[in-house]
């Protein structure tokens, strides 16, 4: 069994940062990728981005590519989101996945299905 914990949300004006957190508890050897998704009020669940756990591999959504940035540390069983530049349109409810799927961790990465497990959601708000 995992456990997400996500932190860091929080109130911003437009064009600054905020740093999220997602610390991870339990089994993790059987984690083959983490992911970011957020969901917008009214909105549907979007994807973020996602890491591979065991070479760093990113990709991204692009509507955040070279302004989101995912990273780990594995001391510390954390994995972060690196939000800079943020817009009004960033506004949503964060949230961190870990899926133990290696075909849909590769292949499907920005499905919500092949996510097994979720945190409970950060709120980011970016005011203009």
């Known amino acids: 069994q995992v456990q997400l914990v996500e932190s860091g949300g929080g109130s911003v004006q437009a064009g600054g940062s905020l740093r999220l957190s997602c610390a991870v508890f339990?089994?993790?050897?059987?984690?083959?990728?983490m992911g970011w998704f957020r969901q917008a009020a009214g909105k549907e669940r979007e994807w973020v981005g996602t890491v591979d756990p065991d070479d760093d591999s990113t990709r991204y959504a692009s509507s955040v590519k070279d302004r989101f940035t995912i990273s780990q540390d594995n001391a510390k069983n954390t994995l972060y989101l690196q939000m800079n530049t943020l817009k009004p349109e960033d506004t949503a409810m964060y949230y961190c996945a870990a899926g133990s799927l290696t075909y849909g961790c590769r292949q499907y990465p920005f499905e919500g299905a092949t996510y097994n497990y979720w945190g409970q959601g950060t709120q980011v708000t970016v005011s203009s």
């Open positions: 339990g089994y993790t050897p059987g984690i083959r990728c």
